[in-house]
């Protein structure tokens, strides 16, 4: 039987989705490794091969970039941006947090209890 849906709002369940964006896996590996360390994300994907285009210093620029999806919850993000912007190389970090609003029940319920 398939692990029911819970709707995270109704649930009081804060569970967030995380977008950084870093210049390589090296960088991607120590933040990653270091939000689980320290419980300030319960989980963090790491994908290699994204190429971001954006507007710095008044060029457009293009860049590989490795992008980071953090799983953490709304009342840790503060800690967890923090701890990001310690560690950060970018002047102006992209951090993006996105409200989970469902999601697999046992899964909400493991990310909140993977948190400090």
Known sequence: MPDPLIDNEQANQEVLLVYC???DSVVAN???????ADRRAACVNIREGVRSIYIWDGQVR???EVTLAIKTTRQ??????K???GMHPYEVPELIAIPIKIGSQKYLEWVEGSIK
């Open 62 to 64: 293009s860049e590989e």
């Open 21 to 23: 964006n870093v210049p």
């Open 83 to 85: 701890a990001v912007l």
């Open 76 to 81: 840790n993000y503060a800690e967890l941006e």
């Open 30 to 36: 120590r933040i990653a490794k270091q939000l689980v």
